[in-house]
């Protein structure tokens, strides 16, 4: 099946310090999300991305969907403490099924320190 | 308020017991989904439902069961085959349309006593 790598797979950063993470792909995807997780609570969608070489932002957030359509990164500036979760991506490829299925990333714990 | 609603919380079981968890929508989404979350990992598809008395097993679906009698409803029982049940588990639905993003509940914890 597909399969996403996600790294990194943990961060430690200062308050006001940009993060990146990203994904990739062992096959093409035509969808890439990135979601956000607070302990005890289901993932919130942040960005949705469906072209190749799409840049997409939300507040302090951009995501990009890869040219080559098998990576897809997210950044956040001046972090802040509220920042803190586990972000995935998640994709949807050509072969994924019914077309439907999403793949997830294993995650990015974000820890900002104050 | 529109959104999904996973009950209970938190969810406690015995050997041998059958549970059901149950994920409620009011978005009039066609599909729905279950998930499970295991630390450190992702999420891992076990069954979902595209229409009213359809669904269809994901990758994990051996030892759980589902039913979909209702559009808005789809419950998951956490059967006793299933030999490592602890884990958090995440409802999702969507519109059927190609490019619709999942949305997800707030999760059910299950533990074993």
């Known amino acids: 099946g597909q399969q996403l790598n996600q790294s990194p797979q943990s961060m430690f950063i200062q308050e006001g310090e940009d993060v990146s993470m990203n994904c990739t792909s062992s096959s093409i995807f035509n969808t890439w999300l990135w979601y956000k997780q607070e302990p005890g609570e289901g993932p919130v969608l942040l960005i949705a991305l469906y072209k190749a070489g799409e840049l997409t932002s939300n507040g302090r957030l951009t995501a990009q969907f890869g040219i080559t359509r098998k990576d897809s990164f997210l950044n956040i500036s001046a972090s802040i403490p509220s920042d803190v979760g586990i972000y995935f991506c998640a994709g949807r490829g050509i072969s994924s099924g019914s077309a439907r299925q999403l793949t997830f990333g294993s995650g990015t714990q974000l820890t900002v320190l104050p | 308020d529109g959104g999904i609603t996973q009950s209970p919380k938190y969810l406690f079981r015995k050997e041998g017991q059958n549970v059901t968890l149950s994920c409620e929508q009011n978005?009039?989404?066609?599909?729905m989904y279950w998930y499970r979350q295991d630390p450190g990992q992702g999420l891992r598809l076990i069954y979902y439902s595209q229409i009213v008395n359809d669904f269809q097993k994901g990758d994990i679906a051996e030892g759980y069961s589902v039913s979909r009698e209702k559009k808005e409803s789809f419950p998951l029982t956490v059967t006793s085959a299933q030999k490592n049940p602890t884990a958090f588990y995440l409802c999702a639905s969507n519109l059927w349309g190609r490019d619709q993003p999942q949305h997800f509940g707030d999760g059910t914890r299950l533990s074993i006593l």
């Open positions: 978005l009039n989404h066609d599909a």
